[in-house]
């Protein structure tokens, strides 16, 4: 079993993500948002929340990026979590109120948002 489907991420993502309406999230945002939901979430899953110079590529934030954008083109449409990019273009930084700083902005690759795909709630 994978730890997707061990941890049961998916119905956690989709909760996240629906709790905000459709705005677009990055991996550290929902990384974030996730662990407070469900305290402990990234050190069960054996890894960092995520950030600049936390000394591993292997983070909650590069692993949830990683694995909804990886399900999000496998199944496209019927994938609740939609998935895009903004640019780099002139990014310096992105730095998030816990104190993560983005280790994508320098990489040289663009930053992966997510949204939920379904309709907006009235409730």
Known sequence: MSKWDEHDLLPKVT???RQDGRPYMTAYQLAIKLERAHPG???N?????GGAGIGSRNSLA???????ARRSKRLGESFPVEH??????????ISFGTGVVSS???SGYDHSIFRWRGPVSDS
């Open 15 to 17: 909760a996240a993500l």
């Open 41 to 43: 979430l990234a050190e």
């Open 45 to 49: 899953l054996g890894m960092p929340l």
């Open 62 to 68: 590069q692993y949830l990026g990683s694995e909804l």
């Open 84 to 93: 895009a990019y903004f640019s780099r273009y002139e990014l310096r930084e």
């Open 104 to 106: 994508v902005t320098d």
